[in-house]
T-cell receptor
């Protein structure tokens, strides 16, 4: 079975500072990994995904994530936080067969301090 | 183009009543998923539809939950005899056959009083 652990349910950063949101996964087969963002009272929006190929993945709004198989990690980063980045971020994993339903982490709420 | 839509956006119901939640997927998307998001938690998979195949119901928490989908269009999630623990946001997502990206609707916030 697949699972995701997000370390830190709340992360606060100053505007302009580095954003680092941690995600570790568990999967017995090669995973597909995703980061979604959820703004208040809205649905989830895909930030970026890793399926195969390049392990450094770039997404929307300046975010990127690196798939590290040896560390079973897929941490999300952004060099400089903006106020508009304040939201809840979810890491998710699926595999290539079956229903492809996503297994989500419990989320990390990002606060950006002006 | 139009995204995934869900209705109603909010639903308040009394314990013991039945509720129906609706999802309109993106046109042409053959796969449709229902998830539940309880307060302060991640999303839990409920059920998956792929084309005309039998649905994957492995995530449904009890037999009070059921879902239907007509072909590759609208889906309804039904919760019978609602309980307070059913209070959550119910999210629907769809994806194209060949992709793994799931596109989410805005959700239905269900409150059981």
């Amino acid at each position: 079975a697949q699972s995701v652990t997000q370390l830190g349910s709340h992360v606060s950063v100053s505007e302009g500072a580095l954003v680092l949101l941690r995600c570790n996964y568990s999967s017995s087969v090669p995973p597909y990994l995703f980061w979604y963002v959820q703004y208040p009272n809205q649905g989830l929006q895909l930030l970026l995904k890793y399926t195969t190929g390049a392990t450094l993945v770039k997404g929307i709004n300046g975010f990127e994530a690196e798939f590290k198989k040896s560390e079973t990690s897929f941490h999300l980063t952004k060099p400089s936080a903006h106020m508009s980045d304040a939201a809840e971020y979810f890491c998710a994993v699926t595999i290539q067969t079956g229903a492809n339903n996503l297994f989500f982490g419990t989320g990390t709420r990002l606060t950006v301090i002006p | 183009g139009a995204g995934v839509s869900q209705s109603p956006s909010n639903k308040v119901t009394e314990k013991g009543k039945d509720v129906e939640l609706r999802c309109d997927p993106i046109s042409g998307h053959t796969a449709l998923y229902w998830y539940r998001q309880r307060l302060g938690q991640g999303l839990e998979f409920l059920i998956y539809f792929q084309g005309n195949s039998a649905p994957d119901k492995s995530g449904l928490p009890s037999d009070r939950f059921s879902a239907e989908r007509t072909g590759e269009s609208v889906s309804t999630l039904t919760i019978q005899r609602t309980q307070q623990e059913d209070s959550a946001v119910y999210l629907c997502a769809s994806s194209a056959t060949t992709g793994f990206e799931q596109y989410f609707g805005p959700g239905t916030r269900l409150t059981v009083t």
